[in-house]
């Protein structure tokens, strides 16, 4: 499920002019400043790391926004991330790196370069043994002529606590668009009430595919041809429904055309969303009209059925796409998730989140 909104990266920011203006009343000399104190760098990650369980290790993914408070364009070199100050950790530069950004350069071709007074984020999406708890990064930029480097304050990372129940059965489910470093899902930052959101962080898309790959069988415009659709959506944990929207209509599968104009309230087609407790919600799109079981304020078990797999809202074709947030409404920020037990190449998998591409078995 594509974002509704794309977040504007490109922005004038007053601060960073009132800063500037600041400093330059002050004519002081900061030379015995801490290094790296007074770097018109600002450096933000919203929303602290949490690793998740994933294919015998770990994934950790998150957010660092980069704005840039001086005259002058910076042009990121290097950003290391480290368990402390005293490793060397892992660095992320060249390529790797302008891959990973999304900002103003990202038009001109070097994503790396940061204009005066603009932003950009940098999506992290790192690979790790055993739960870190804490990171530190320095990051490395040129500036005015001049290398420069900057080492933050650690972040500190969570481990995910929450493990669900499937929200399907049977077998053949594929997890497109599912957690990677560069999905639609992964890239779509959103600004809700005042604040940088992720909702689709660790979204998953689930397609039914068999044993060729393939998700229908005859006429691929009918949605009754895709081998998902119809399957009994279900409850993944002991919760209250927050909210349901129904009676939008299914499209005819297609990369673009929608059988509504697509909004806030359309984009998820008919959906539910599962208070699981703890501020999490659990929500389920593109079911089918009519299909929904439940109602706002229906205390729910897991394993209960709330709905078919459909074709509505922004989508393709017939699926159920998944995710996890901290807020009711569409706009909340994307929580990672563990699935109890799956199967994946005639493995069993135990409190693990299914990552992009793979195919899984429900029981």
Known sequence: MPAPIGYALRMRLAACLTLL??????????????????LPLLVEIPTAPIAVRADGGYRIAYEMHLTNCSSNEITLTAIQ??????????????????????????KTGNARRIPRNERSV??????ASGAPQQFFHRIRFHLAGKEEAMLTPPVLVRTNEL????????????????????????????????????PQRFAID????????????GNANDNRNYLCYGAEALVVKDGTIGKVIDGIPENTPHPTERAVKMGWETVSGNYVTLDLGGGRFAV?????????RVKAGDAVK?????????????????????????GLALGGDGLPFEIDVFTKDGVERNAEIPLRDWVVDFR
């Open 21 to 38: 203006t600041l400093y330059g009343a002050w004519a002081q000399d900061l030379s015995d400043a801490p290094d790296g104190a007074t």
């Open 122 to 127: 940098v999506f992290f999406f790192l690979t």
């Open 81 to 106: 991330v480290a368990p402390s100050r005293e490793h060397e950790g892992f660095t992320i530069q060249g390529e790797p790196l302008s891959q990973s950004i999304v900002g103003p350069g990202s």
């Open 163 to 198: 493990v669900l129940r499937p929200p399907l059965r049977g077998t053949g489910w594929r997890a497109m668009n599912g957690p990677d470093s560069n999905t639609h899902h992964r890239r779509s930052v959103l600004p809700f009430a005042g604040r940088a959101v992720v």
């Open 302 to 326: 897991a394993g209960q059925v709330l709905g078919l797999v459909g074709n509505s809202g922004n989508s393709t074709e017939p699926h159920l796409h998944f995710h996890v947030s901290d």
């Open 284 to 292: 389920y799109a593109h079911l089918q009209p009519g299909s929904i």
């Open 206 to 217: 689930f397609l039914r595919v068999n044993e060729k790959g393939e998700t229908h069988a």
